[in-house]
């Protein structure tokens, strides 16, 4: 296998599940890059084409909307934090991202009273902007898509890391989550802004990402093994997929969720990443437990695997860390600290716990 110390990304074709002999090869392949890369392109995927240019081509004019159409679907209306927020609105790694964004998920009815688990109110219907009514079925195509991309995907994972196909399932959530991101060109003078900061994936398990520019629009970076970043190029016909702090828990730090980070250049940018939602009520004990003795047996005891930059370790991880009970309460705290605005209004009594816990 090649060095830990990825310098690009590797790609791996998903029409080769047809032969016996050349879905040897993907298991090998997928496998290397599960241990020592956590990014990958997928090829070959399956998600037709009409359903990836009817987005990409509704993202201009989405984000073209004049901004009180935009603000009626204003992610401070939701306690799904669902919906749209304004550049300046979040923050990663204590500074604030150059980036508007509308935030969509499965759609889902909320029925969480006081009795249920808290993170629970993470669940809930979209919020559809009126101003353009045919966004509605484009989103629910591409989400239906992803959703059954993923779950076929981690079907592979499973294999590559030699357990029966199936493993990871039961650990899915009933909402997944997508956002429509626009990263506005960069101001002249400045160069490489915070488009988003250096940050792990906390929705779940795997992110499936369309770069949906044209590839000479760069910004994406990965973080490699001894800290150096590395681009992520557009590469038309692949999704970027990389794991997630869910997905880094449950292989017991065997699959690393890498470090990543956009920036902000003299063309805006689009992307779309697609999160992967992992079950709200998931314990550490579980989630650590249920495949412990695989990932220690051995099997995976090279020099590389869990290794991380200085950088990537410092990124935070509190489910990893074991702060919270549930996979949801931790999602939850990261959403908090994120749109603060939305925290304080729906969540008051956690607000405080889960801004000053550090
Ligand atoms: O826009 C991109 O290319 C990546 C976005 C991202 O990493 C995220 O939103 O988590
Ligand atoms: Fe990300």
């Given at each position: 296998?090649?060095?830990s110390?990825?310098t690009?990304?590797?790609?791996?074709?998903?029409?080769?599940?047809t032969?016996p002999?050349?879905?040897?090869?993907?298991l090998?392949?997928?496998?290397?890059?599960?241990l020592?890369?956590g990014?990958l392109?997928?090829?070959?995927h399956?998600v037709?084409d009409?359903v990836?240019?009817?987005?990409?081509n509704?993202?201009?004019?989405l984000?073209?909307?004049p901004?009180f159409?935009?603000?009626?679907?204003?992610l401070q209306?939701?306690?799904?934090?669902?919906?749209?927020s304004e550049?300046?609105?979040?923050?990663t790694a204590?500074?604030?991202?150059?980036?508007e964004q509308?935030?969509?998920?499965?759609e889902?009815?909320?029925?969480w009273?006081?009795?249920?688990l808290l993170?629970?109110?993470?669940?809930?219907?979209?919020q559809?902007?009126s101003a353009?009514?045919?966004?509605?079925?484009?989103?629910?195509?591409?989400?239906?898509e992803l959703t059954r991309?993923?779950?076929k995907f981690?079907?592979?994972?499973a294999?590559?890391?030699d357990?029966?196909?199936t493993t990871?399932?039961?650990?899915?959530?009933?909402?997944h989550?997508?956002?429509l991101?626009?990263?506005p060109?960069s101001l002249p003078?400045?160069?490489?802004g915070?488009?988003?900061?250096p940050?792990?994936d906390?929705?779940g398990w795997w992110t499936?990402?369309?770069?949906?520019s044209?590839?000479?629009v760069?910004?994406?970076?990965?973080?490699?093994k001894s800290g150096?970043?590395?681009?992520?190029p557009?590469?038309?016909?692949?999704?970027?997929?990389n794991?997630?702090?869910?997905?880094?828990?449950?292989?017991?730090g065997?699959?690393k969720a890498?470090t990543?980070?956009v920036?902000?250049?003299?063309?805006?940018?689009?992307g779309?990443?697609?999160?992967?939602?992992m079950?709200?009520?998931?314990t550490?004990e579980e989630?650590?437990?249920?495949l412990k003795?695989?990932f220690e047996a051995g099997?995976?005891?090279?020099?590389?695997v869990?290794?991380?930059s200085q950088?990537?370790?410092?990124i935070?991880?509190?489910?990893?860390?074991?702060?919270?009970?549930?996979?949801?309460?931790?999602q939850?705290?990261?959403?908090?600290?994120s749109?603060?605005?939305?925290g304080?209004?729906?969540?008051?009594?956690v607000?405080?716990k889960?801004?000053?816990d550090?």
């Amino acid at each position: 296998m090649a060095s830990s110390n990825f310098t690009s990304i590797p790609t791996i074709d998903l029409s080769k599940i047809t032969s016996p002999s050349s879905k040897a090869k993907l298991l090998y392949d997928l496998r290397h890059a599960l241990l020592s890369v956590g990014f990958l392109y997928v090829t070959n995927h399956s998600v037709p084409d009409h359903v990836i240019k009817e987005l990409v081509n509704a993202l201009p004019l989405l984000f073209d909307l004049p901004s009180f159409a935009k603000n009626e679907v204003a992610l401070q209306n939701s306690s799904h934090f669902l919906g749209y927020s304004e550049t300046g609105a979040e923050t990663t790694a204590g500074k604030v991202d150059a980036r508007e964004q509308f935030e969509f998920s499965t759609e889902l009815i909320d029925d969480w009273t006081p009795e249920n688990l808290l993170a629970d109110r993470l669940k809930g219907p979209n919020q559809w902007p009126s101003a353009y009514p045919e966004l509605r079925q484009v989103v629910e195509r591409y989400i239906e898509e992803l959703t059954r991309l993923s779950e076929k995907f981690l079907e592979l994972v499973a294999e590559a890391l030699d357990l029966p196909p199936t493993t990871f399932l039961s650990f899915l959530s009933d909402q997944h989550r997508l956002k429509l991101v626009h990263y506005p060109q960069s101001l002249p003078g400045v160069t490489d802004g915070q488009g988003v900061g250096p940050h792990k994936d906390s929705s779940g398990w795997w992110t499936f990402l369309l770069q949906a520019s044209d590839p000479s629009v760069k910004g994406l970076q990965a973080l490699n093994k001894s800290g150096d970043w590395i681009d992520v190029p557009n590469i038309p016909g692949t999704f970027v997929v990389n794991i997630g702090q869910g997905f880094e828990v449950v292989t017991n730090g065997v699959c690393k969720a890498t470090t990543h980070r956009v920036l902000s250049g003299p063309s805006e940018r689009f992307g779309v990443p697609f999160f992967q939602g992992m079950r709200r009520d998931l314990t550490k004990e579980e989630a650590v437990g249920t495949l412990k003795e695989h990932f220690e047996a051995g099997r995976f005891a090279r020099e590389e695997v869990g290794m991380e930059s200085q950088e990537g370790r410092q990124i935070d991880s509190a489910f990893l860390r074991g702060k919270y009970d549930t996979w949801g309460e931790t999602q939850l705290r990261t959403k908090i600290r994120s749109h603060r605005d939305v925290g304080r209004k729906f969540y008051g009594d956690v607000f405080e716990k889960y801004t000053n816990d550090d």
